[in-house]
């Protein structure tokens, strides 16, 4: 479906029907204040709706540009129509006063995934997640009138979950979207192919793909953990260490297991496990 001349005419957004309970971390939990709660849920569904955009198999890339592009103008005002989760973050991005910055970043990353397909080096994901991840953590820490010195540990955070999410999906980005983000040079350099990604199983050469990214991961993850430690907010203070023990069991569960097998998942006690370490922060 292409949009119309006036793309304001319709509602651009096209919702996969997932949701904040599919993610691998919480989402505004009751754990976070009620004041907070409703922007993070607002900032939230927009991400997620322009996130659908981007991965929609059946539209175009002109027209996932052009769905895009409408988000923008009425997040930034420029349109009043087309987008309802646009126009309810611009609601409250005007109440909270945190910027319209990190929003349009992740549209950045989104404009990405609807035509790059292939990354080359690591220091290409990187920068990919550096606009598709990173500007999650930090709308949140702004909306909580948190210190810069929390950014560090805090992209580190949302670049763990973005890699890891990426090897999970691995086989169905392909798939579904012929998308790969494993970066070509470390499946060069391991003697591993994109080809591989159809398989029902990991072939030796991918796994040493995956545990080479992983180690990258732990690095990440071993950052991270500095975050519940600085950051201000009681309730958010613990919630981040939920989300960083969260992020470290599923790294330790793609030591183990095959992705290509099986989406490997977070279970129910890695949850309660994460959630019992970080009452550790209520303190």
Known sequence: MSVPSDPGELNVETWSGKGRHDENFPVGSRLIARK????????????????DIADSPSLSAQD?????????????????????????????????????????????AFRQDATKLRYSTLDELYIYCNYSAVPVGRYVLDLHGENHVCHSPSDA???????????????????????????????????ASVDDLRGAAET???????????????RMNHAASELPEIVRNPRLRVETGIIVGLSTR??????????????????????????????FYMI
């Open 157 to 191: 955070l949302c670049m763990s979950l973005q890699i890891l999410n990426h090897m999970q999906d691995c086989a169905k980005d392909f798939a579904e979207l012929d998308r790969c983000y494993l970066p070509l040079a470390l499946l060069d350099h391991f003697g």
């Open 204 to 218: 030796p050469a991918l796994r040493r793909v995956f545990v080479t990214l992983l180690d990258r991961v732990d």
């Open 64 to 108: 996932k540009l052009a769905r895009l592009n409408v988000m923008e103008d009425v997040l930034l005002g420029r349109s009043a129509t087309g987008s309802p989760s646009a126009l309810a973050l611009r609601g409250s991005l005007a109440e909270t006063g945190v910027t319209p910055k990190h929003a349009t970043d992740l549209l950045l």
């Open 36 to 51: 907070y709660r409703e922007p993070i849920h607002r900032f939230y569904t927009f991400a997620r709706n322009a996130d």
């Open 250 to 279: 599923l790294a330790k569960r793609l030591v183990h297991n095959d992705p290509l097998a099986k989406r490997v998942k977070l279970r129910k006690v890695d949850a309660i496990f994460s959630v019992m370490s970080a009452l």
